[in-house]
């Protein structure tokens, strides 16, 4: 079945640092991907999307690019904000949508002032 | 415009009770899927319904049923319950139909304690 990874950390970074969360996936066809984050005591925040490889999404200085090639969806992030504390979650969708998202573990990312 | 609404926010039941949790879509988007956020298993697909039918479920046994109304809005119902259902219950709706982008968007969920 189709399957999503990412590292699950904590990530631990200092504030204007740069950020790499990395994922990796497999699935039948070609998914559409994603990235939701969740802060603490929320429900899950749509970040950014791709549909089709070599899409770049990007949303509040975060962009990820679809590599089809190395089945990768990668999350950067220029210089982190305190703000930016919280929990990312890589995923993707396959078959319309029929199975919903599947999704990784999540990647808790703390930021120090 | 609205979000996702769940209520309640919090559900406290005995094992063996039953649970019912609801789940209002944003305007326009008919397809609702129901996820279960336990700690240490992630996020998992429940339940998608779309245009008042149940289309799939994942690979959770049948005491975990739902349903959609006509309005769209959407009810998860959790029978016999046992402790280890206490998780975070997430909903999430998009617009209808099969769909090649099919971005979800979730509600804030509704925490329910099993004990």
């Known amino acids: 079945g189709d399957s999503v990874t990412q590292m699950e950390g904590p990530v631990t970074l200092s504030e204007e640092a740069f950020l790499t969360i990395n994922c990796t996936y497999t699935a039948t066809g070609y998914p559409s991907l994603f990235w939701y984050v969740q802060y603490p005591g929320e429900g899950l925040q749509l970040l950014l999307k791709a549909t089709k490889a070599d899409d770049k999404g990007s949303n509040k200085g975060f962009e990820a690019t679809y590599r089809k090639e190395t089945t990768s969806f990668h999350l950067e992030k220029g210089s982190v904000q305190v703000s930016d504390s919280a929990v990312y979650f890589c995923?993707?969708?396959?078959?319309?949508?029929?199975?919903?998202?599947?999704f990784g573990k999540g990647t808790h990312l703390i930021i120090q002032p | 415009e609205a979000g996702v609404t769940q209520s309640p926010t919090h559900l406290i039941k005995t094992r063996g009770q039953q649970a019912t949790l609801r789940c209002s879509p944003i305007?326009?988007?008919?397809?609702v899927y129901w996820y279960q956020q336990a700690l240490g298993l992630g996020l998992q697909f429940l339940l998608w319904y779309d245009e008042g039918e149940e289309r799939n479920r994942g690979n959770f046994p049948p005491r975990f049923s739902g349903r959609q109304f006509p309005n769209y809005s959407s009810e998860l119902n959790v029978n016999a319950l046992e402790l280890e259902d206490s998780a975070l219950y997430l909903c999430?709706?998009?617009?209808?139909?099969?769909?090649?982008?099919?971005?979800?968007?979730f509600g804030p969920g509704t925490r329910l304690t099993v004990t």
């Open positions: 995923a993707l969708t396959a078959r319309g949508g029929a199975d919903g998202l599947t």
């Open positions: 305007s326009g988007h008919t397809s």
């Open positions: 999430a709706s998009r617009v209808g139909g099969l769909a090649k982008i099919g971005e979800q968007y």
